[in-house]
């Protein structure tokens, strides 16, 4: 079983930056990939960034220049950094992993409120 915790959530104003992370813990010998969706009130859940075992990035066009996804392999950690937040970033944001080629496993979620 793989269990994924995020933390770093919280409540910053219109152009201000937040870094969450997510720590993988349990069966976790060789995650493929780990990444971010979130989910804002009324709508689906859609990605936000996704990085691979190699270090490759993925990101939606809505947080391309804005956002930055890294990677600790070492201590089975993701990060964001968001940068320049803005209104429209509000949202929970979960964590997930593709781990031996299975899942994704999912975190519980992190609020991010941003004010305008």
Not at 25 to 51: D, F, Y
Not at 63 to 72: A, L
Not at 101 to 113: A, C, D, L, N, S
């Amino acid at each position: 079983q793989v269990q994924l915790v995020e933390s770093g959530g919280g409540l910053v104003q219109s152009g201000e930056s937040l870094r969450v992370s997510c720590a993988a813990s349990g069966s976790s010998s060789r995650i493929n990939a780990m990444g971010w969706h979130r989910q804002a009130p009324g709508k689906q859940r859609e990605l936000v960034a996704t990085i691979t075992n190699d270090g490759s990035t993925n990101y939606a066009d809505s947080v391309k220049g804005r956002f930055t996804i890294s990677r600790d392999n070492a201590k089975n950690t993701v990060y964001l950094q968001m940068n320049s937040l803005k209104p429209d970033d509000t949202a929970v944001y979960y964590c997930y992993a593709v781990v031996n080629y299975r899942g994704p496993y999912w975190g519980q979620g992190t609020q991010v409120t941003v004010s305008s």
